[in-house]
């Protein structure tokens, strides 16, 4: 199991940001080519009022502060100089779909996808999209978002793949503004994670066409129990199933730090057995970059580039994650 693709994050909201140029992030490229990733994937083009190019659309319906940089224009040449595969992260405001108003949630990404595809459609690394808004459980209409968002991207884009990273709702998910490391009390069983997901997937399983569920939520002895039931489920319905292997560290008060290299090397070995082939991570550049602001972040690629040299000794080369259309 190697990790094949990263998001890329920006906009953050939770994570300190490291203020890169395209200096540092064409040497980070250099790093994630090194490293076998082969993926990268926006995980949002804009956030509240924050907004990674200027949209006219952002601006004007959310009042978005314009940025002083086209990072999308930035990402997509550095991922087509290093033959990458590059989703586009969608908009999440932060306030509509969080509030149950979900059709203006769907209605101002409509906008949003128009004009980035009338923007950006023609870049050759431009291979996918990534609907934002990280879920866990079937709440509200958020199948309705999902199936919308994802069929709008798709029509416009001659079908170009969509990709979900949701997480599970398990002990572990316990807001990231407390340093309290306790366990949630109520978590998801495996069965009901099972219904949801089974109700979840069969509403959008013609236009979704990845899902990479977010593995640090859960006990690692529980782990491997709740990657079977989504391998199962998106065979069931015929989506592509990844892992999203989480490179920072949830069970330390510091919100948050890159992980132990044992555990994500755990992680990994368990989607394997759960028959899982790809893996994707959040995310590179502050958990695993030589170049990352935290020192840990330049060890445990060391300990990632160890194992992939004993791999190598395995197996012969890389192969695409990209999802084949």
């Not at 395209?22 to 995980?43: C, N, P, S, Y």
């Not at 398990?170 to 807001?175: L, R, T």
């Not at 330390?252 to 899982?276: D, N, R, T, Y």
């Not at 502050?286 to 040299?309: D, I, K, V, W």
């Amino acid at each position: 199991m190697r990790i094949k693709g990263t998001f890329l994050d920006e906009i953050s909201h939770d994570i300190p940001h490291q203020n890169w140029g395209r200096k540092e992030w064409e040497k980070d490229f250099q790093f994630m080519k090194e490293a076998g990733i082969d993926t990268v994937i926006l995980i949002r083009a804009g956030y509240g009022k924050w907004q990674t190019f200027h949209s006219n659309v952002l601006t004007r319906e959310e009042g978005a502060y314009r940025p002083p940089v086209d990072l999308v224009n930035m990402f997509l040449e550095l991922a087509d100089q290093y033959n990458m595969d590059f989703y586009f992260g969608l908009y999440d405001s932060g306030k509509y779909w969080i509030k149950g108003d979900y059709q203006k949630e769907v209605d101002v990404n409509k906008k949003f996808i128009d004009e980035v595809w009338s923007k950006y459609g023609e870049k050759s690394a431009f291979k996918g999209w990534y609907i934002c808004q990280e879920i866990s459980r079937k709440t509200g209409r958020i199948i309705d978002l999902y199936a919308d968002l994802a069929h709008h991207c798709k029509a416009i884009s001659n079908e170009l793949p969509v990709l979900i990273s949701p997480y599970i709702d398990g002990i572990k998910n316990v807001s990231q503004y407390l340093t309290d490391t306790s366990k949630k009390s109520n978590a998801i069983s495996l069965d009901q994670h099972e219904a949801e997901w089974n109700e979840i997937f069969d509403g959008i399983k013609n236009v979704v066409d990845v899902v990479a569920f977010q593995d640090g939520h859960v006990s690692f002895d529980d782990l491997e129990s709740f990657l079977r039931i989504n391998k199962s489920l998106a065979d069931k319905h015929g989506l592509e199933c990844w892992t999203n292997s989480e490179s920072f560290d949830r069970d330390m008060p510091i919100k948050f730090m890159p992980i132990k290299w044992e555990k994500l090397l755990l992680k990994l070995k368990l989607a394997s057995l759960a028959g899982i082939d790809n893996a994707i991570t959040f995310e590179f550049s502050h958990f695993m970059s030589p170049q990352s602001a935290y020192l840990q972040a330049g060890h445990l690629y060391n300990r990632y580039m160890e194992y992939l040299e004993q791999l190598k000794s395995k197996n012969n080369g890389f192969h695409k994650v990209g999802y084949s259309i």
